[in-house]
């Protein structure tokens, strides 16, 4: 599933993810499962035809990605995996930080985050000039819908098939997502 919200220059993408890392750290072994929610850049293209006709929109690349996850044989709810990428390098993530508060109160500390979208950008290192001001009163608007959507997501992650997609049990590095 993914859901997409846009705004003027950015957007919001959430989605659920089935992850097998090929190359875990140490403690990080094993199935993930969870929701991703990252920002991304938007572009609204020129229209292809007349005036009622659909403008293409590209969802371009990131530039914040938190992942909700949790380990498949571990206790639902319990964020064990959980961790935010504050810098992207291109497409690349940046390193995983585990937050102790992201981990006991998720979707506190992303409507936090979300609503702040200033704070995200300098942590980010990427300039203000990127976003504009609809693009901050937009977010800071929906942050109470986009935390409900990931509730929601994760409610459905977690009352899902365990063993993820075919084959995924025998398989040493799996993705299954959008995003």
């Given at each position: 599933?993914l859901?997409?919200?846009?705004?003027?220059?950015?957007g919001?993408?959430v989605?659920?993810?089935y992850f097998?890392?090929?190359?875990?750290?140490?403690g990080?072994?094993g199935?993930?499962r969870?929701v991703?929610?990252?920002l991304?850049?938007?572009?609204?293209?020129?229209?292809?035809?007349?005036?009622?006709s659909?403008?293409?929109?590209?969802v371009?690349?990131p530039?914040?990605?938190?992942?909700?996850?949790e380990?498949?044989t571990?206790?639902?709810?319990?964020?064990d995996?959980?961790?935010?990428?504050p810098?992207v390098?291109?497409?690349?993530?940046g390193?995983?930080?585990?937050?102790?508060?992201?981990?006991q109160?998720?979707?506190?500390?992303?409507g936090e985050?979300l609503?702040?979208?200033?704070g995200?950008?300098d942590?980010?290192?990427?300039g203000r000039?990127?976003?504009?001001?609809?693009d901050?009163?937009g977010?800071?608007?929906?942050t109470?819908e986009i935390v409900?959507t990931?509730?929601?997501?994760?409610d459905t992650?977690?009352?899902?098939?365990?063993?993820?997609?075919?084959g995924?049990?025998?398989?040493?590095s799996?993705?299954?997502?959008?995003?």
């Amino acid at each position: 599933m993914l859901y997409l919200f846009g705004f003027d220059r950015i957007g919001v993408a959430v989605s659920d993810i089935y992850f097998v890392d090929p190359n875990p750290l140490e403690g990080q072994e094993g199935a993930e499962r969870g929701v991703r929610l990252e920002l991304r850049r938007l572009e609204s293209g020129e229209l292809k035809g007349s005036i009622y006709s659909s403008r293409p929109i590209t969802v371009d690349r990131p530039i914040w990605r938190v992942d909700l996850l949790e380990s498949v044989t571990g206790t639902p709810g319990s964020f064990d995996r959980t961790h935010h990428h504050p810098g992207v390098k291109g497409w690349e993530p940046g390193r995983r930080v585990f937050d102790e508060r992201l981990s006991q109160e998720p979707l506190k500390w992303l409507g936090e985050r979300l609503a702040d979208l200033e704070g995200v950008l300098d942590e980010a290192g990427v300039g203000r000039d990127e976003v504009s001001p609809a693009d901050v009163t937009g977010l800071r608007e929906r942050t109470p819908e986009i935390v409900e959507t990931v509730a929601r997501l994760l409610d459905t992650v977690r009352t899902a098939d365990p063993g993820g997609p075919a084959g995924a049990e025998s398989a040493t590095s799996v993705r299954a997502s959008w995003l």
